[in-house]
């Protein structure tokens, strides 16, 4: 049985992709619907960006971390933000303390953004930044910080996450109600369209979907109603549709169930690819094509035996790669434990380095094509996701979904089907349940230091003492006047910023005049 509950035969046939029209669902790798790959020759001539996730403690230790990953050959900056930055709240915030870069880098003001950056050219790197409800703010600083290195933001290249929709559905991230959080993701496509246009304005994540539980089936279809939730918010807001489609990216989880795992991204590249010619009527191929970004699945690491974590961070790898991802990160070992250390972290960045150049996996693209197994999975998670996508329809889309519970529930049902299975046994996990070892094992975790908070504290308490008081006053009552308006936000946002307001501050702003979200009581 698949992950989606489809059975898996034993033998498969042609007649098992009987109905598959070769020249409709699958043709060359580069073309249309793009299930063999967005790129005609894939990795052949260039392999994925090996981007790295890491962010800790302050800006200055990320900033150590991020050289000795380029040193050990990343290809691609990914930015981890502590909890408190994530939720808008200063580090001197009483709600963020004991959070302060617990689970990423505390970045308060564009002083923290200089530091985080410190040494590293914008020009000559990809930066991908995890952020959500604040993610225009936070790529706003990133453009300050490049511009005072001299780099024009023409020049930058990366991704801001800023897919506010899975956070109300599996993670927990947000702050403002859906209706403002949508204009701002709106604004933002437009703002990176005049001022950024190399920049990815999104990434629409079913990682943290699959991470809370969701099925392959389930992570695809509530990602694509989310992203047609997106592309209907810019049309709304006055944009054209080839005018940001093709600076959309998805970001998706690479479990250990290989075989489904790569039909999974050839059904979501399929699915995407009509419904963005058919529905939004794009015609720019680069607006039909579904780009993404690849996590190792977290979940399946465990803290028993975590050296087994390699081998199944390997597997996972090997599914991102034969499903033709853009990008990946791969685990470290000892994530289930803590951080991960300097020497995890390493190794993690040669998973991939092996598969790139020790494996034939760049001589062709798309090496599973034509697999009986491969070709008939894939057919059935997306039959099986347009199915559940049209749930989502019926229900108004996905922003009505969420508020009526919908995604949340199927979700939790999932997860509560696997964790059950694994407690009686019929789900085998090494270590948690087969093959134990009873053996004492050493770990010593990487540890952040607490007076952090308290040095944040202090950096924070000189910033506002040192910058220009009615200069950012008047600045962040532009903020205010612009929230209450329909005007882009991101300008003003980036004229307070400028102004060395903290995240804090204009995130307080803005919950004063568009509330915070509460979930509803389900």
């Known amino acids: 049985m698949s992950e989606s509950g489809t059975p898996i035969k034993g033998v498969y046939e ?152 899975k956070e109300y559905i599996a993670r927990g991230t947000y702050i403002f109600p859906p209706q403002p959080s949508l204009r701002l993701v709106a604004d933002t496509f437009s703002y990176c369209r005049a001022e950024i246009p190399r920049w990815n304005t999104i990434s629409i994540s079913g990682y943290h979907m699959a991470e809370a539980g969701a099925t392959p089936v389930q992570e695809v279809a509530f990602t694509l109603a989310n992203a047609r939730e997106y592309v209907r918010a810019a049309l709304e807001s006055g944009l054209v549709v080839d005018e940001f489609a093709p600076r959309l990216s998805f ?29 939004f009527g794009a015609r720019d191929p680069r607006s039909q094509m579904l780009r993404f970004h690849t996590q190792t699945a977290g979940v399946q690491l465990t803290a028993q035996q975590p050296e087994v974590n390699l081998t199944r961070v390997t597997l996972q790898a090997l599914a991102a790669v034969l499903g033709g991802t853009q990008s990946l ?17 390493t190794l993690a960045l040669r998973t991939q380095q092996v598969l790139a150049l020790e494996t034939d996996l760049t001589a062709t693209a798309d090496p599973l094509a034509g697999s009986y197994a491969i070709e008939s999975m894939t057919g059935d998670i997306e039959e099986q996701a347009r199915d559940l996508m049209a749930r989502v329809e019926d229900l108004g889309g996905a922003v009505e979904a969420i508020e009526q519970g919908f995604q949340k529930a199927e979700i939790e049902r999932a997860a509560y089907q696997v964790a059950r299975e694994i407690d009686e046994g019929k789900r085998l996990v090494v270590g948690v349940n087969a093959y134990t070892s009873t053996e004492a094992e050493h770990y010593e975790p990487l540890r952040v230091d607490p007076a952090i908070e308290s040095e944040q504290a202090a950096r924070l308490s000189e910033l506002r003492a040192s910058r220009d008081a009615p200069e950012l006053s008047r600045r962040l009552d532009d903020v205010k006047r612009a929230a209450a308006g329909d005007d882009n936000m991101l300008y003003s946002l980036r004229a307070a910023l400028r102004a060395e307001a903290t995240i804090g501050e204009v995130c307080d702003v803005l919950r004063d005049v568009w509330g915070v979200y509460r979930p509803p009581d389900i």
Do not use: C
């Open 14 to 165: 042609p007649a098992d992709v009987a109905g598959l029209d070769p020249e409709r669902d699958l043709g060359r790798p580069g073309s249309f619907p793009f299930t063999r790959g967005i790129y005609p020759d894939m990795y052949v001539t260039k392999p994925w960006t090996m981007r790295q996730y890491a962010g800790f403690s302050t800006a200055a230790e990320s900033n150590l971390r991020y050289h000795q990953l380029i040193q050990a050959g990343t290809t691609g900056l990914s930015v981890a933000f502590d909890l408190p930055t994530q939720m808008g709240y200063d580090s001197d915030a009483p709600e963020a303390h004991g959070e302060v870069g617990k689970v990423g880098v505390a970045i308060d003001s564009i002083e923290d953004m200089r530091l985080l950056l410190r040494g590293i050219r914008l020009d000559q790197v990809s930066t991908s930044m995890t952020i959500n409800a604040p993610a225009a703010l936070l790529l706003l600083l990133y453009q300050l910080a490049a511009e005072e290195q001299g780099v024009s933001p023409a020049r930058l290249s990366g991704t801001i996450q800023n897919d506010i929709l």
């Open 251 to 279: 970001f998706f989880v690479a479990r250990t169930t290989l075989l489904e795992e790569v039909a999974k991204f050839r059904a979501a590249r399929r699915l995407w690819a009509h419904i963005m010619r058919d529905e």
């Open 329 to 345: 990160h791969t685990n470290s070992y000892d994530e289930a434990l803590a951080l991960p250390t300097q020497k995890a972290a």
